[in-house]
T-cell receptor, first 113, second 111 residues
Framework: DVKVTQSSRYLVKRTGEKVFLECVQD?????MFWYRQDPGLGLRLIYF???????EKGDIPEGYSVSREKKERFSLILESASTNQTSMYLC????????????FGQGTRLTVV | DAKTTQPPSMDCAEGRAANLPCNHS???????VYWYRQIHSQGPQYIIH???NNETNEMASLIITEDRKSSTLILPHATLRDTAVYYC????????????FGKGTRLHILP
């Protein structure tokens, strides 16, 4: 069974903390994505990576960075968490951007207090 | 920005066919039409995709107009479990093409 696993389902962090959200896929996919989802705003792309050590900004990269040192793992980093980063974060992977379907993790609900 | 336009919400009676429209008037020749859905509290799930021919799988049918500027996702016999937000996405085969979601259509299946 294909799987995209996010390290935490729920997370509570304090303002100013450095936060790491981890995503691991076991399908040998080249592409990995990080989205955030907020009520009324839909799914918005933060960053994506189409290869190891490669990254590209999505629509809302401000306040975030990413790391992809291994093909199966894509980390989202909040350098200094702020309350406006409270959101649901979703990770996805796909074999090609458009050749096959993308598979999503179950999401991490992050609350910054 | 998303390259598609969808109605924000639709209702459909249980057991009837649900027809979800999507406009993608700026689609280019190498771009496919993908459909995903997101059931509450879950990650999006792939449904179907196509280039220019109509496609059918065990979940749904996809009808793409001849000019490819719009498409319709058909759920032939909607059930309450089909209540979800449905996203239409346009995507090329280029490896660095980003999967960009619009706001989708919230489909309510009425008992």
């Amino acid at each position: 069974d294909v799987k995209v696993t996010q390290s935490s389902r729920y997370l509570v962090k304090r303002t100013g903390e450095k936060v790491f959200l981890e995503c691991v896929q076991d399908m040998d996919h080249e592409n990995m994505f990080w989205y955030r989802q907020d009520p009324g705003l839909g799914l918005r792309l933060i960053y994506f990576s189409y290869d190891v050590k490669m990254k590209e900004k999505g629509d809302i990269p401000e306040g975030y960075s990413v790391s992809r040192e291994k093909k199966e793992r894509f980390s989202l980093i909040l350098e200094s968490a702020s309350t406006n980063q409270t959101s649901m974060y979703l990770c996805a992977s796909s074999s090609w951007a458009g050749r096959t379907e993308a598979f999503f993790g179950q999401g991490t609900r992050l609350t910054v207090v | 920005d998303a390259k598609t336009t969808q109605p924000p919400s639709m209702d459909c009676a249980e057991g009837r066919a649900a027809n979800l429209p999507c406009n993608h008037s700026t689609i280019s020749g190498n771009e496919y039409v993908y459909w995903y859905r997101q059931i509450h509290s879950q990650g999006p799930q792939y449904i179907i995709h196509g280039l220019k021919n109509n496609e059918t799988n065990e979940m749904a049918s996809l009808i793409i107009t001849e000019d490819r500027k719009s498409s319709t996702l058909i759920l032939p016999h909607a059930t309450l479990r089909d209540t979800a937000v449905y996203y239409c996405i346009v995507l090329s085969l280029n490896r660095d093409d980003k999967i960009i979601f619009g706001k989708g259509t919230r489909l309510h299946i009425l008992p």
